[in-house]
């Protein structure tokens, strides 16, 4: 029987990639730590490319996505300035800063063999560098590999429960072949914005997919809505369109995602909910895969580092997160 | 006319749910693709991402993310068989909408091609 290795994920000390291992080192070396001042951005890509060579376009992409809140769930970089929106470009290096969070403190000391293995690469996952691991939530992730570590026998069961689903940070419903997901297996899963019936006459979309921009969405949405076929299927027409009258954006930031559709007279909400959850956009698929059972990844990892000092790992990193 | 897991689905088989997409066989001629690009920029997510007007006659696949979900156009396919396929092919009402529908025959056989499957 074919073994798939889990690779750098496991065997790393924080399983982070090169690059954002790179970025994290020449935060360092331009003393942009936790405890200083923020840096210009344009100095950490100008050190990255001295570096590994990596272009400064490449590379501020890296910078904002560590350091956006619905990208990775463990941010390695604090930002200063705009990192960009779900729905407008980030302001360009020569003008923000940037510097390691406490996270990617820790992460870079962990690499440096100052402090016992992370498993920060385990839960970011690589979506965001068009990978197929997909973020877990934090806190239960940690829970799951303190109990391998007390009790290296425990029942995959057990750890897949503690783990849980995927964690994509913008608080979409995940449906989709979990029990895959879990087994290793290469799926796709499906998240789908939260749409709530407000009243008669409104739907409310209060979250969508990490990779959906409202604009877009709601240029969508109108699209859906056109009465191309009212003239010659009429019936088609009908069986198309959401019924909604308009669409206004009364999201207050990034954080708070309010998307209010008022409905033509007459149009039964719910059966607007339940199409407008279909619209591309509100819904999205994602493909990812693990390189082995999700419980055999964790137990792998604990597994590879049991030799070193894994619970005071697990709690720096928890009160990291917590504080 | 409609092919792949679409038109099973339209011929009443159930097995091939849930359908993700739909593949469709063009006519190939000029005028028929002007107005096949003239659909695909209409209901595309991003106008900009459907390819030339020009060029639809020289792709083999082009694959579009429309409002209304993923659309794959296999556009060599059209040029190869279209007359052979519509010869064998059915309507089927979508609404008050009649679309050509593949033979399922043909449907397995351009899906083995297609996915090996």
Not at chain 1, 185 to 194: D, F, K, M, S, Y
Request: aromatic letters at 4%; charged letters at 25%; one cysteine or more.
């Amino acid at each position: 029987m074919a073994v798939r290795s889990p690779g750098r994920v496991v065997e790393g000390r924080s399983g982070l990639g090169m690059v954002e291992q790179s970025i994290l080192a020449a935060m360092d070396a331009i003393r942009a730590r936790p405890n200083s001042y923020h840096k210009k951005s344009l100095a950490v890509l100008a050190a990255v490319e001295e570096g590994i060579g990596l272009a400064p376009g490449y590379a501020y992409e890296m910078v904002l996505d560590l350091a956006r809140p619905w990208v990775v769930p463990i941010r390695l970089v604090d930002f200063h300035g705009n990192f960009g929106g779900r729905d407008y470009d980030a302001a360009g290096p020569r003008y923000t800063e940037c510097r390691l969070s406490p996270a990617g403190g820790l992460a870079l000391r962990s690499e440096r063999g100052e402090v016992p293995p992370l498993p920060i690469g385990l839960i970011n996952g690589n979506i965001y560098a068009q990978g197929l691991r997909p973020p877990l939530d934090p806190l239960r992730a940690i829970t799951a590999l303190r109990r391998l570590v007390d009790k290296p026998r425990s029942p995959s069961r057990e750890i897949v429960e503690l783990v849980g689903p995927p964690e994509f940070l913008t608080g979409c419903d995940l449906s989709g072949d979990l029990d895959s997901f879990m087994a290793g297996r290469p799926t796709a899963l499906r998240l789908t914005g939260r749409v709530v019936v407000g009243d008669d006459s409104h739907l409310i979309i209060e979250t969508l997919p990490p990779n959906a921009r409202p604009h877009q969405v709601i240029e969508t949405i109108i699209k859906v809505d056109s009465p191309r076929w009212d003239g010659t299927f009429p019936q088609l027409g009908a069986a198309t369109r959401l019924g909604i009258a308009s669409i206004d954006n009364h999201s207050t930031s990034d954080d708070v995602l309010r998307l209010i559709c008022t409905l033509r007279p007459g149009v039964d909400p719910h059966q607007a909910a339940e199409r407008l959850r279909r619209v591309p956009g509100v819904v999205t698929e994602i493909a990812v895969a693990h390189p082995v059972p999700l419980a055999d990844l964790l137990r792998a990892w604990v597994k590879h580092h049991q030799s070193e000092d894994l619970i005071t790992a697990l709690d720096s990193l928890e009160t990291t997160l917590t504080t | 006319m409609v092919v792949g897991s679409c038109a099973l689905f339209l011929a009443g088989d159930m097995a091939v749910l849930p359908v993700k997409d739909a593949d469709i066989v063009p006519d190939p001629s000029p005028q028929n693709l002007d107005c096949l690009w003239e659909a695909l920029t209409d209901m595309a997510v991003t106008a900009w991402r459907v390819p030339p007007r020009g060029r639809l006659g020289t792709l083999d696949v082009v694959p579009v993310a429309t409002v209304y979900g993923k659309v794959d156009c296999l556009l060599e396919r059209g040029r190869a068989d279209f007359d052979d396929l519509l010869s064998r092919a059915s309507l089927a009402p979508v609404a008050d909408a009649e679309v050509a529908v593949a033979s399922e025959a043909d449907c397995r056989r351009l899906r083995s091609l297609y996915k090996g499957r």
